[in-house]
């Protein structure tokens, strides 16, 4: 795993434990491909 990966997934774990019914279900079902690109993209070069 790389550096952004290791974020992405500490991102993605912290956003699941604090959101309940219709945002975590988007969150789970609904992150694929383009929103990882994106916070690849954008999001990583910035924090």
């Given at each position: ?6 974020a992405h ?16 279900k988007r ?5 694929g491909h ?14």
């Amino acid at each position: 795993m790389n550096e952004f990966e290791i974020a992405h997934e500490a991102f993605l774990a912290k956003h699941i434990s604090m959101r309940g019914g219709e945002r975590l279900k988007r969150l789970k079902e609904g992150h694929g491909h383009a929103e990882k690109y994106f916070l690849e993209q954008i999001w990583s070069p910035f924090r």
